[in-house]
């Protein structure tokens, strides 16, 4: 039976920890498929590592496939989602990979739609926040620079996107496999870098609408529009990468 490898990377969500990851455990998932999770903790605090030792055990002690790895010092979001994918070196070819954030703003439920959308044309699956009904509620700077960084990696890629910055990403463990040693990125750059990554290895990327929740700088968000330069940068390094191989535009 295959498996969906949930990747959540963690750094001081001490307040949201436990029920995301009671929501990715309780979420329904494609007949034949079951479910694991990796938490990888980039370093929290004292009281955020101690959260996430309880909630994994909770959760282990009620049956869930879960295991928690832990940074020795905060290194960012793509170090700590590295590392998870890192350790998935047993895992069996027909498996899969859901990058899932530790906060509450993707839902888990959404899983289940983007497994379903994985096939033999599209070896990848991305969420999306602008199909399928309201867009979220985002200011307009945080708009704009959504919109920008998509047509920008589109551009790179060759990729039709409407939401590559999406924080819930899928994708089949033999491309997890083939991509990885080309990811370096350790902060928010790692969005465009799997992108990136992806098209040089010809993967075309599905999209599925998903939920999307937005929380404020004071609930926790970490990004910030100095993260949006450093995606942007990412993309300007990773086309020259792409120019080198003669892939995307």
Not at 7 to 14: C, G, I, L
Not at 49 to 55: E, L
Request: with cysteine; proline share 5%.
């Amino acid at each position: 039976m295959p498996v969906l490898h949930a990747v959540v990377p963690h750094y001081e969500e001490a307040r949201t920890l436990p029920e995301i990851l009671a929501r990715i455990a309780e979420a329904s998932l494609p007949s034949g498929w079951r479910r694991a999770i990796v938490v990888v903790d980039d370093h929290s605090s004292e009281g955020g590592w101690s959260v996430a030792r309880s909630s994994v055990d909770e959760l282990a002690g009620r049956g869930v496939t879960i295991r928690l790895l832990r940074h020795d010092r905060n290194r960012g979001k793509g170090a700590a989602i590295r590392t998870g994918l890192d350790s998935l070196g047993s895992a069996d070819a027909d498996d899969a990979v859901v990058l899932q954030d530790a906060d509450l703003e993707y839902d888990p439920r959404d899983h289940a739609a983007m497994l379903e959308r994985l096939d033999d044309r599209h070896r990848a699956v991305y969420g999306t926040r602008w199909w399928g009904g309201d867009a979220p509620a985002l200011g307009p700077i945080q708009r704009l620079g959504n919109w920008f960084l998509t047509r920008a990696s589109n551009r790179m890629t060759g990729q039709v996107l409407t939401d590559m910055e999406c924080g819930l990403k899928l994708i089949a463990m033999p491309i997890v496999r083939a991509i990885l040693p080309e990811l370096d990125e350790d902060g928010f750059g790692i969005e465009p870098q799997i992108t990136a990554a992806l098209s040089r290895h010809g993967v075309r990327i599905a999209e599925v609408p998903v939920r999307y929740a937005p929380r404020s700088v004071a609930e926790g968000k970490k990004i910030r529009w100095r993260d949006g330069l450093s995606a942007l940068a990412v993309i300007r390094r990773e086309r020259r990468r792409q120019a080198a191989r003669g892939v995307g535009k």
